[in-house]
Every structure is written in C-alpha cells, then in structure tokens.
C-alpha cells in the first residue's frame, strides 16, 4: 500500500508540464474518464493483461499492487483458496466498479497518479511486449512477486553456473550478487573450497524468496537504485537458455 501512496502524492505534485496520462488520454486532457477506459478495453482484456503468468490467476499480492489493499481480494474470494479466477472477478465486478477502484479522491475522474496502473494495461493490451517482462507493472522497480513469478531458485542457479559444474564461484555469483557476494559464499560455502554447490546453495533454507530479501539492501520490499540489476541479467541469461517460456 504505501509504495503505491507515494508514487500517489509524488506524481500528483508533479510540474503540470509532465502530468501527461498516455494512451488512455484519448482527449487529451490529463484525464482518464470511465468513457475512455470503456473505449480502450474491456474487464476481460484487463484481467489478461494482469495475468503475468498465464495461469488465469489473479493474486492478493496483484489486488494489493493495484488498490494498496486485499480488501477487494477476500470480497472476491469466493471460495477462499490464494488466487482469484477471472470468473470470480467478472462476476463479482463490472468494468465501472474495477476503474472506480483507481479513483482514490473519488473525483468520478483519473488523474495521473490515479490512471498510472490502467495505462500500463492498456499499453500491455496494445502492445503484450512493453517494458521489461521483469518490471511488469513498469515502474523501475522489482517487487517480490515479480521475481518470483518470472523464474525459479533452480533456473536462477543454473543460469548463474556459466561452465555447467554446478559449482559457482565467486566471479559467477557476482553476477546476481554484486556487493553482498562475500556474505553469501561465507553463510553457503560448507566445505570451504571456495565454491558454492548447487546442494550448498539450497542449505540454511535457502531459496529465491529469501535470496530477494538479501539484496533488498534498504528494506523497501522493492529491488530499485540498482538493487535488482542482477535479477535483469539472469532473467536474460534463463531466457538466452531456451529453460523458461
């Protein structure tokens, strides 16, 4: 909730020169109306666009993303399981009550702060290879479950083990790991032969969750300020690889 908050107040003090809407902005008027969100899409394209794996899923952790709280998620929840299925939105939701959850002031219009999840949609809608496939909601920055929703420990270390011993020295975890390389070959490194193992590697209850949370250097719950930079590479390494779709 609160890193959305602040992207809030941050864009809606902006210069009135950059307060620019995008694509959504069909009059050009700084403003996203419900007609021009009607124009664009509709609930269904929104919720493909959303679905970042193609499970037909929809997660808490995306209905935070996008309204800064899961109230809307157990509204839906129909059967109380993790996810929602698009069924559960579509009939629990029209396309007007999905963008009035955009309208924090309740203004009945967008403006740019408010319109900022909706135009990424709509570009997705318009164009599915936008932006990063990592940064999926486009904002500079790798939340959690975009790392985790993109790749695995498994391909992550498979990546990183550039001759294929499964045996990453320090030159191949500086990759992913840049400054905090020594910290984990010294947790990692059992035997201490310099290298860590595939099998070391998953010691100490090591996965990619926890492996997020040591490079979140300041504790935002965000990889940003070069923080994820190493994830960008990897990601580019497992798809060069041909091990993920």
């Known amino acids: 909730m609160i890193p959305f908050l602040l992207l809030f107040v941050t864009l809606s003090t902006a210069s009135p020169l950059k307060r620019q809407t995008g694509g959504l902005d069909a009059n050009g008027d700084g ?3 419900r007609v021009e969100v009607f124009n664009a899409m509709s609930l269904h394209e929104a919720l493909v666009a959303l679905d970042r794996d193609g499970d037909g899923f929809i997660y808490q952790a995306q209905i935070i993303e ?15 399981d993790d996810h929602l299925t698009f069924r559960e939105i579509e009939n629990g939701m ?3 009550q ?4 955009f309208d924090f002031n309740r203004d009945e219009t967008l403006d740019v702060a408010e319109a900022y999840q909706l135009n990424y949609i709509y570009d997705i809608i318009n164009n599915p ?4 496939p990592l940064d999926a909601n486009g904002d500079g920055k790798l939340s959690k479950l975009e790392v985790l929703s993109h790749m695995s420990y498994l391909e992550v270390l498979i990546a990183l083990d550039a001759d294929g011993d499964q045996l990453l020295s320090w030159s191949e975890l500086l990759v992913l790991l840049g400054s905090e390389t020594a910290d984990f070959v010294l947790h990692m490194d059992g035997n201490k032969d310099g290298y ?4 070391e590697a998953h010691g100490h209850h090591m996965d990619l969750d926890k492996l997020f949370d040591d490079l979140d250097l300041d504790d935002s719950n965000y990889l940003e300020d070069g923080e ?3 994830f960008y590479t990897v990601w580019d390494m497992i798809l060069a690889s041909g091990s993920t779709d």
């Open 129 to 132: 290879a936008y932006g990063n």
């Open 228 to 230: 994820g930079a190493g």
């Open 98 to 101: 999905f963008y009035y959850q």
């Open 31 to 33: 403003l996203v109306s």
């Open 66 to 80: 996008l309204w800064g709280t899961a109230d809307k998620f157990h509204q839906l929840n129909t059967d109380g």
């Open 196 to 199: 860590v193992s595939f099998g």
């Open 94 to 96: 029209t396309l007007s």
